[in-house]
Structure formats: structure tokens, C-alpha cells
């Protein structure tokens, strides 16, 4: 009898199992102390790692969640809340909690983080392009008015207007595009990349790409490998073509704003805490202390009437900032006015 009484147990909690396996949300089954029974992969991709046997109150630290009282209560109850997790992206979950017997508590937990994601940039999408495009669309409009208005204009005032005409429609091009750029990393950025490349091919395409670019005047990149062993085998999870754009912004502003004389240097070097160093040095006139918590802010430039001359929108150093974020990694700026500025992307790595 108990032998049958065992083998019932098992293929219910198998059950279990195989149901919050084909969840997209994450799926926990608990014992009335709060003891982890059974959790789906979504869960320990939500919550934690190998959640079996761990206590559920100390993974989930909120108050609504603690104050059920699992333990304490006879009474069948059905709540759900929303909870906010302390972590890098401060990622929203809707938890859900529901006591089916005496002793078993069942928890769903669901991802707001892409919905308030997304919500987020529809109305910073909005504002940015309503904001940023009144410029280039006024002179735009100014210069088709007047060739409109004035009949006879010398060839020499017309080829003026259409160039300038040419390099805003340029601007607006690019613009649309960063923004494009901006709202999808943000959209995805609570998704962990899934592919392992070495930190060494982005940045070995994005010196290839540059050098054959023209943007170098009387300068030249130097790639300086201070890890222990200088292999090209120092992995990171991470998306190739994000990581690129990380590095082609950081490398393209560090030619721009830098002395045109002077080297970019790439120094790679390996920290104690599994993490690696990627700084991307640079002279020139630098940033003031005061701005460099702004400087990764949208649109946000020292000097407008430069960025405007070099062509920069504004967004490079927001996406870098966010494309990091889904990584996992950070970004730390230095800059010693009319000296030398330092971008380091700071990136965990895969022993």
C-alpha cells in the first residue's frame, strides 16, 4: 500500500514536472514551509539557480509574499502580485500564488519586464522623434521654401541649399535608425545572450573595419593584450553583432573627439572577480567631471554645435550603455581634461 501510495506521488509530482516544463512562465510547486518542490527552467532563469529544496521567502524577499503565512493558514487562498527584483535590470515579475492542499503551495511567476519595456519606448520613441526631427525637418522646409519662393537663384546659392538639404536628410536617416536601434536593444534587454564568442573578434573586425574606413587621420589603433596568458580564446556570452557595436561606437568616438595626432589604445586585461577590462583610451579635450553621469544619457552632448559638425546624433553612447545591460556588463567612464579619456566596458567571462 504505501509502495503504491510512493509511486503515485512520484508520477504526480512528474506530472508537475513535465506541465511547468512547456510553461513559458515560471512554474514552482512548494510545501507549506516554503520548501522548493519542483521548478521549471523559467523559474531558476526568473529567481535563481537550482531552486530543488532552497527556501522560497528567501529567493522571493517581498512583503505580500511573506505575510501569506503558508504555514500558518488552513484556508485555501488564490493572490498575485507585482514584484520588483533587485538585480541589474530590476526586472517586474506578476507572481501569482495559489494554495492547493494542506500542504502544497503553487507559485506562476510572469515577466512584465518586455511589457514595461516596451511601454517605456513607445513613449520615449514618440518624444525623441517629435523632439529631434523638428530641427532637420525645419531647415528642410526653410530651403524648399525659398527655392519655391524665389524664382531666379544663381546656381552657386542652389548647389549651397542642396547640400545642406543633402547632409540633413543624412542626419535624419541616421537618427531614425539609432533611435530603431535603441528601442530594440532596450525591447530585448532582459534577455541574456545565448552564444559564447571570443572578446577578441568584435574587436578585431571593428579595427579592420575602421582602418579601412578613412576615419584614422595621422593616428592608429594599438591593440594592448595585458591578460595573463594573450590567448584569443577569452570567451564571454555574448551577441557578435551587439558586441561590434559596442566597440565600433566607443573606438569611432574616441578617433572623433580625440587629437587627430594622437593613437587610439585598446587595452585588454583580466580582474579577479571572472570579469574582463576593455578600455578604449584616447587624448583629446576630454569630458568635465560634472557631465560624465550624463554622458550616456540620450541625446545628451557636451557640445551640441560639435556633435552637430562631426555628425553625431546623440544615441551612441545610450545604446552601448544598454546593449551592456542585456549582457550583464557596465560601463565606467574617466577623463582627465586635455589629457586622456578612458571608456572601459567591464564583461563577465566564461572560464
Keep these: 500500500m504505501d509502495l503504491n501510495k510512493s509511486s503515485k506521488k512520484k508520477k504526480t509530482s512528474k506530472y508537475l514536472k513535465d506541465i511547468g516544463d512547456i510553461l513559458d512562465d515560471g512554474f514552482i510547486l512548494a510545501d507549506n514551509f516554503g520548501k522548493v518542490l519542483i521548478a521549471n527552467q523559467s523559474a531558476q532563469e526568473l529567481i535563481g539557480k537550482n531552486l530543488i529544496n532552497k527556501n522560497i521567502f528567501k529567493l ?21 502580485f ?18 492547493i492542499s ?3 503551495i503553487l507559485i506562476v511567476i510572469t515577466d512584465l519586464t518586455l511589457q514595461r519595456n516596451l511601454e517605456k519606448i513607445r ?17 528642410l522646409s526653410g530651403f524648399v521654401e525659398t527655392m519655391l519662393i ?14 545642406i538639404m543633402n547632409e ?21 534587454e532582459h534577455i541574456l545572450p545565448s552564444t559564447v564568442i571570443s572578446i577578441f573578434e568584435p574587436i578585431k573586425s571593428v579595427i579592420s573595419n575602421i582602418e579601412k ?21 577569452l570567451n564571454i556570452e555574448g551577441n557578435f553583432l551587439e558586441i561590434t557595436q559596442v566597440f565600433y561606437n566607443l573606438i569611432e568616438n574616441g578617433i572623433k573627439y580625440g587629437n587627430s595626432d594622437s593613437d587610439i589604445l585598446i587595452k585588454i586585461e583580466e580582474l579577479k572577480s571572472n570579469h574582463l577590462k576593455v578600455s578604449v583610451v584616447n ?3 576630454g569630458i568635465p567631471e560634472k557631465y560624465l553621469d550624463r554622458i550616456t544619457e540620450r541625446f545628451f552632448r557636451i557640445d551640441k554645435a560639435r556633435s552637430r559638425k562631426i555628425g553625431g546624433t546623440g544615441l551612441g553612447l545610450a545604446i552601448v550603455k544598454h546593449i551592456l545591460i542585456k549582457h550583464r556588463a557596465e560601463l565606467q567612464i574617466k577623463s582627465i581634461p586635455n589629457k586622456q579619456t578612458s571608456f572601459s566596458v567591464i564583461i563577465p567571462i566564461i572560464k
Excluded: W, Y
Excluded at 82 to 99: A, G, M, S, Y
Excluded at 151 to 162: S, Y
Design 213 to 233: 574606413s578613412g576615419l584614422l587621420n595621422n593616428n592608429k589603433i594599438i591593440l594592448i593584450d595585458n591578460t595573463v596568458n594573450q590567448s584569443n580564446s
Design 283 to 285: 587624448e583629446g579635450e
Design 168 to 188: 540633413e536628410s543624412k542626419r535624419m536617416n541616421s537618427l531614425i535608425d539609432d533611435i530603431l536601434s535603441l528601442s530594440k536593444v532596450e525591447s530585448e
Design 102 to 104: 494542506k500542504n502544497k
Design 123 to 139: 513613449r520615449d520613441f514618440v518624444a525623441n522623434v517629435s523632439h529631434e526631427l523638428r530641427s532637420p525637418l525645419t531647415i
Design 60 to 80: 522571493i524577499n517581498n512583503t505580500d509574499f511573506i505575510s501569506l503565512n503558508f504555514d500558518r493558514s488552513n484556508k485555501k487562498f488564490d493572490h498575485s
Design 150 to 163: 524665389e524664382e531666379t537663384i544663381d546656381k552657386t546659392t542652389l548647389n549651397k541649399f542642396l547640400n
Design 82 to 99: 507585482v514584484h520588483e527584483l533587485d538585480d541589474f535590470l530590476k526586472r517586474q515579475l506578476k507572481i501569482k500564488v495559489k494554495k
